[in-house]
């Protein structure tokens, strides 16, 4: 038997991206490596190369990993600051740079969360509902599209990886984990996987 393990790579911006349709963020995520984009955006790399600089840069671009998503779910100036370790001023001046780099995704969050507020609810892709309380968080609103489209993408994912005759061991997350005895179901596993995340978003190559 062969074990083997596939996720989707930056999962939650391509989502991102999809579900905003901000042709900058769909550009930068389809590059291969969306932390590389905020590398530059920070000023903390100057090299255009997405893949020397992953392959060069590993402990940067672990820096870039949690402050890309804390900025798509709303973090602010101070915890900004302090991933980066630089001056809160500088923090603020890469908030307004994401902004103005990618401003439909910053408009469909507001209007997102907006409409969210006023319905009382939110749904994911397929429809699964989040109902909200009087007080709810914010970023829970900012984050939920990202996060039920993640998990309808496994589902979908999973349901016809079974449906093909290939039975996951475990789902891990935004993963699944394989043991198959046919190498080459390995191939298909990874072409149903990225049929679904085409799938749940609008096409774009997750």
Known sequence: SVGFYLDWRSQEVGIAAARSDDPTLKADYLTGDIYHAL???????D??????????????RDRMKPLQLGINYGMGVPTLARGLNRHPLIASEIIQLHK???PRFWQWRADTVTAAMLERRIESEYGWPLRISHSPNRRTLYNFPMQSGGAEMLRLATVRLIESGIVPIMLIHDGILFEEPEPEKIEH???IMRDAGRDVCGGLEI
């Open 100 to 102: 103005r780099r990618y």
């Open 39 to 45: 590398a530059i955006m920070c000023g903390l790399t």
């Open 47 to 60: 090299d255009l190369d997405p893949f020397r600089w992953k392959k060069t840069n590993r402990e940067v």
């Open 189 to 191: 596993a990874v072409e």
